[in-house]
């Protein structure tokens, strides 16, 4: 059974500064790993696709990194900004491409 | 403007009696799936559904039933809720296409059984 790891539980760092995410996973046959941003009280946002064939993905100030084989992933986000304060969560796509599972995610505070 | 539906947003009801959360996506999205999200837990499937007629069961789908009559629409039937069901709810969609298409998630329903 897949299990997702998300270290640490929560993060604050100052204005500014770069910063990395990190997510871990059990079982390596993935279709692919998915990065989420959620605000208080509202839904998922989705940030960035890895499939199971890249190494990373990048958008703007955020970019992604997948290696299947020691089982993790990192998010990395450049200058972090007070509006990047949310909850990232990651998600590992399995059975068959049926299944997502989630980490429990990690808490960043961007303070100014 | 694209997008996933979710009705009511927020719900507090009785156990046992029976209710339905709906959820809509205008995306023609093949694939649609249902999430409770608890404090500890994260976030845990419910049930999917892989096209019209055709649903499966997910991590924790005891004491839900869902349906896939239309493929913009996949509700979710809580027949006799229970106090340990209350949650945070997330239907979500995608493509077919598996290993390249993202997840769209909904707003979210809140529902708290007392």
């Known amino acids: 059974k897949q299990e997702v790891t998300q270290i640490p539980a929560a993060l604050s760092v100052p204005e500014g500064e770069n910063l990395v995410l990190n997510c871990s996973f059990t079982?390596?046959?993935?279709?692919?790993l998915q990065w989420f941003r959620q605000d208080p009280g509202k839904g998922l946002t989705s940030l960035l696709l890895?499939?199971?064939?890249?190494r990373e993905q990048t958008s703007g100030r955020l970019n992604a990194s997948l290696d299947k084989s020691s089982g993790r992933s990192t998010l990395y986000i450049a200058a972090s900004q007070p509006g990047d304060s949310a909850t990232y969560l990651c998600?590992?796509?399995?059975?068959?491409?049926?299944?997502?599972?989630f980490g429990t995610g990690t808490q960043l505070k961007v303070e100014l | 403007e694209a997008q996933v539906t979710q009705n009511p947003r927020y719900l507090i009801t009785v156990t046992g009696k029976k209710l339905t959360v709906t959820c809509s996506q205008n995306?023609?999205?093949?694939?649609m799936s249902w999430y409770r999200q608890d404090p500890g837990l994260g976030l845990r499937q419910i049930y999917y559904?892989?096209?019209?007629?055709?649903?499966d069961k997910g991590d924790v789908p005891e004491g839900y039933k869902v349906s896939r009559k239309e493929k913009r629409n996949f509700p979710l039937i809580l027949e006799s809720p229970s106090p340990n069901q209350t949650s945070l709810y997330f239907c979500?969609?995608?493509?077919?296409?598996?290993?390249?298409?993202?997840?769209?998630f909904g707003p979210g329903t809140r529902l708290t059984v007392t």
């Open positions: 979500a969609s995608r493509r077919g296409d598996i290993g390249v298409a993202e997840q769209y």
């Open positions: 079982d390596s046959a993935i279709y692919n």
């Open positions: 890895i499939q199971s064939s890249q």
């Open positions: 998600a590992a796509n399995t059975g068959g491409g049926n299944k997502l599972t």
């Open positions: 995306m023609n999205h093949e694939y």
């Open positions: 559904s892989m096209n019209v007629e055709v649903t």
